[in-house]
């Protein structure tokens, strides 16, 4: 079945440190790929998204990730942390062609000013 | 600038009552969506619609029904709802080809 992994679930960091936050999924055809972030008590709001080109996607707010097609995994990174990017980020996939995204089960982000 | 509105915000149930959630979205959106939001286990999706008059099963379907009557609304019933339907529900909508979702703010619901 197709799924998707976010393997860091809890994640706290002090401000200016940098981000990685891993995903990967299982799905052998052409994907379209999504970062969604959550601020506490607000809808998924869309970071970046990836549909083909240059593997390496720039969004809101100073995040990218890349899209490792060998690897299947879209990570999302950040330089430099702000308190603000306090959230649960989500990623999901999209397999070409399907009305369905997947998404994980997401990571929640504490920056600590 | 509404986007994708759902009502009501927040509700209280008793187990066995009945109740409809409402998704509006005036993008034009064909596409549209239930998830429910558990803490640990992300968005599932309920039921979706591809237009007017469609609807098919998501991953947890189980006790929710669906219809979507006019192109932007969607709405989700509970028939008898059960506490293990406690949850944070989400509606989204998406165009057609590459577009992202769109996600309205929520509705929280208590099942008692």
């Known amino acids: 079945a197709q799924s998707v992994s976010q393997h860091n679930h809890h994640v706290i960091l002090s401000e200016a440190a940098s981000l990685e936050l891993g995903c990967n999924y299982s799905?052998?055809?052409?994907?379209?790929l999504f970062w969604y972030v959550q601020y506490p008590g607000q809808h998924l709001q869309l970071l970046l998204k990836?549909?083909?080109?240059?593997?390496l996607v720039k969004g809101i707010k100073g995040f990218e990730a890349e899209f490792i097609k060998s690897k299947f995994s879209f990570n999302l990174r950040k330089p430099s942390v702000q308190w603000s990017d306090t959230a649960e980020y989500f990623c999901?996939?999209?397999?070409?062609?399907?009305?369905?995204?997947?998404f994980g089960t997401g990571t929640r982000l504490k920056v600590l000013a | 600038n509404a986007g994708v509105t759902q009502t009501p915000k927040f509700r209280v149930l008793k187990t066995g009552q009945s109740m409809t959630l409402l998704c509006a979205q005036d993008?034009?959106?064909?596409?549209m969506y239930w998830y429910r939001q558990d803490p640990g286990m992300g968005l599932r999706l309920i039921h979706y619609?591809?237009?007017?008059?469609?609807?098919a099963k998501g991953e947890v379907p189980d006790g929710y029904n669906v219809s979507r009557l006019k192109k932007q609304n969607f709405l989700l019933g509970l028939e008898s709802a059960a506490p293990s339907q406690t949850s944070v529900y989400f509606c989204?909508?998406?165009?057609?080809?590459?577009?992202?979702?769109?996600f309205g703010d929520g509705t929280r619901l208590s099942i008692l």
């Open positions: 989204a909508s998406s165009g057609q080809g590459t577009q992202p979702q769109h």
């Open positions: 799905y052998g055809g052409t994907v379209n």
């Open positions: 990836y549909f083909s080109g240059d593997p």
């Open positions: 999901a996939v999209r397999p070409t062609g399907t009305y369905k995204y997947i």
């Open positions: 993008m034009n959106h064909e596409y």
């Open positions: 619609s591809v237009g007017e008059g469609t609807t």
